[in-house]
């Protein structure tokens, strides 16, 4: 028997939250299976006893669902993605696929969907029921309803991934809860929403990375919350800028919300208005002037401190961070920031939480070296999907970079990307998709040009990068656009494609 990597619920029954009270022998349809949250919520409602759950995905077969429910579970170990797809398979009232995809839906008691639902075209029939007044529910209100201890939750536009994981590390190191969840948005985290509607006691932390979507479709916020920045993303989805600001700020805004973690050097963040009344206000920052009078954390000295009650305790030296970047300072501080709003809890651990954040290494797919071989690094950095991010890993890298981009349009600027060019990037590798094509064109207008190699599938990518790359280059797979992860990496991912073109039988040496 091989044990699950899955955190066992408490001993007993499953916990409801309000929206699901007195629904356990009715109808309710889970949209999007296939992925992390339609699967994850899924199964807790088959653990806690529900009867008739019906689920639907638009994969045209099971072959196809089983396909995209182990792509989308990728965090999860093999033995754990068989077995997560046995229990829904098995225990759902119904499965509809393909043709019957969203069959009789209108019959349903309610509706849970993934937060992206809103964006396919062959939703039409949720947006006309959600008109007419039709209950929908969602993964992250499910957290934030079932959670009885303290709740720490994380947006912003980069670096919300980095933030959480950092911050369950730390707490985890400094001991002060018996237990640390982590889960949300990101599909690389082991959920844990069983677990949490099992914690009687409320002992335990949660912590939630909270995407913009998941912000949409949120009615309460996490009792402590952090804004890591915002720079233009999504833009279409909401209308323009001030859309999207006003989207990431209802996690300051929604009830529920007492302590707001904010970036003091991230001025479309700080301008976005006041907090509401009874909220308190940290701030983090790489500079400590920038920090002014606030409480929260900063950099001084080549330290992070921590500033409670206006006294600064030194938390960890900047360089036995693991994380390498200027933008992982940042994400530390707001993790140290975020812990201090912890007071009653994490006072006189300071030191036990910078031990966590130290020692915290890589996350999958965000600037993370996987291969070296004849003097080149291979870097992959998937879940970059603005330029901003690719930025931040190219700067991060701080060697000549072959970069293997593309994907679809969010309607971002790729000026500062393409002034790279010629630079620290020497090459560019570049898929299809529309925001590929205004790469191509911003590259163009700098009679840059003949730096885009236009390529169909991510294997062409990989071996036209490693033909370019010479000893002392890195090659970085950051796509800089949505989709690529969708329209590329069934291919079988960018670290099967570097070791399989690989002339060396193993790395030159393990990857930091």
């Not at 965000?366 to 879940?383: A, C, F, H, P």
Request: proline share 4%; charged share 20%; net charge neutral.
């Amino acid at each position: 028997m091989i044990a699950s990597c899955r955190p066992d619920p408490p001993a007993g029954e499953l916990r409801l939250p309000p929206a699901l009270s007195g629904l356990r022998d009715s109808r309710v349809d889970v949209v999007g299976i296939a992925g992390v949250e339609g699967g994850e919520i899924a199964n807790y409602l088959l653990a806690a006893g529900f009867t008739r759950v019906v689920g639907h995905d638009q994969q045209p077969d099971l072959a196809a669902l089983s396909a995209a429910h182990r792509l989308a579970h990728a965090g999860s170990a093999e033995v754990e993605r068989r077995a997560h797809l046995d229990r829904l398979l098995t225990g759902l009232f119904q499965v509809n696929l393909g043709e019957r995809y969203l069959q009789g839906i209108a019959e349903s008691e309610l509706i849970i969907a993934s937060q992206a639902w809103f964006l396919h075209p062959a939703n039409a029939v949720l947006h006309q029921l959600r008109a007419q007044g039709r209950p929908f529910y969602s993964l992250i209100q499910a957290y934030l309803d079932l959670a009885r201890g303290p709740v720490i939750g994380v947006t912003g536009s980069h670096g919300k991934s980095t933030t959480s994981a950092l911050v369950a590390a730390a707490l985890r190191r400094a001991e002060v809860f018996p237990a640390v969840w982590l889960g949300g948005n990101d599909r690389h985290n082991q959920q844990a929403l069983e677990a949490v509607a099992g914690d009687e006691a409320g002992e335990s932390c949660l912590v939630l990375e909270i995407s913009n979507r998941q912000l949409l479709q949120a009615t309460s916020a996490p009792s402590i919350a952090a804004i890591t920045n915002i720079t233009p993303n999504h833009l279409e989805e909401h209308g323009g800028m001030a859309g999207y600001v006003a989207c990431k700020r209802r996690i300051f805004d929604l009830d529920g919300c007492r302590v707001a973690v904010r970036n003091a050097q991230d001025p479309v963040s700080l301008e976005s208005g006041p907090l509401r009344e009874g909220v308190a206000e940290l701030r983090f920052s790489t500079s400590r002037a920038a920090l002014e009078g606030w409480d929260g954390a900063f950099l001084d000295g080549g330290w992070l401190f921590e500033r409670r009650r206006g006294r600064d305790t030194a938390v960890l030296e900047a360089s036995s961070l693991r994380l390498k970047g200027e933008h992982n300072l940042a994400n530390a501080l707001a993790a140290i920031a975020l812990c201090s709003a912890l007071e009653e809890r994490t006072a006189g651990r300071q030191v036990a939480v910078g031990e966590g954040i130290g020692r915290f290494g890589t996350l999958a797919h965000r600037i993370q070296l996987i291969w070296q071989e004849e003097g080149v690094d291979y870097y992959d950095d998937l879940s970059s999907t603005t330029p901003q991010s690719t930025l931040a890993a190219i700067r991060t890298v701080g060697h000549p970079v072959i970069l293997i981009c593309g994907g679809q349009d969010k309607g971002i600027s790729f000026d500062d990307l393409a002034e790279q060019l010629g630079g620290p990037v020497k090459q560019v590798m570049l898929l299809p998709g529309t925001g590929s094509s205004r790469i191509a064109e911003a590259a163009a207008q700098r009679s840059l040009g003949d730096l885009i190699h236009a390529v169909a599938t991510l294997e062409e990518a990989v071996a036209g990068a490693r033909h370019l790359a010479r000893s002392g280059d890195a090659v970085l797979l950051s796509p800089a656009c949505p989709g690529f992860f969708s329209a590329h990496y069934q291919e079988g991912g960018y670290r099967k494609l570097v070791r399989r073109l690989s002339t060396s039988p193993r790395r030159r040496r393990a990857p930091g």
